[in-house]
Structure formats: structure tokens, C-alpha cells
């Protein structure tokens, strides 16, 4: 779970400096950015849901 919930933090990372990237080099391209912003969305909402379920589940220790 732990390297699950690793990967995850990377990849909103990743997405959220792609969208970063994406504004600054071209203003006018807000497809991209919504898209990118929109993966990162889903990342967050997935990871908080799965932190939610492993600690109900028990897979989380403190």
C-alpha cells in the first residue's frame, strides 16, 4: 500500500507540474491544461478513496 500510495503522490506531481508547464509555454491552450488538471483531479479523489478503504480495510498501520 505504501508503494501504491508513492506512486500516486509522483504522478500528481508529475501531472500537476505538466499542467504547470502547459500554461506557461502556451496560454492559449487550455484543452491541454483542463486535461492535465482533470488527470490530476482523478489521481487525488482516487487516493484519498484509497487511503479511505485500506485504513477501513486495515492495510494501514499507524
Not at 28 to 33: M, P, Q, Y
Given at each position: 500500500m505504501k508503494l501504491v500510495t508513492i506512486i500516486l503522490i509522483i504522478a500528481i506531481l508529475f501531472t500537476m507540474g505538466s499542467a504547470m508547464l502547459a500554461l506557461v509555454r502556451e496560454p492559449?491552450?487550455?484543452?491541454?491544461?483542463v486535461k492535465r488538471l482533470t488527470i490530476r483531479v482523478g489521481l487525488s479523489i482516487f487516493l484519498f478513496l484509497s487511503l479511505i478503504v485500506g485504513q477501513s480495510l486495515g492495510w494501514l498501520h499507524h
Open positions: 492559449s491552450a487550455s484543452g491541454k491544461l
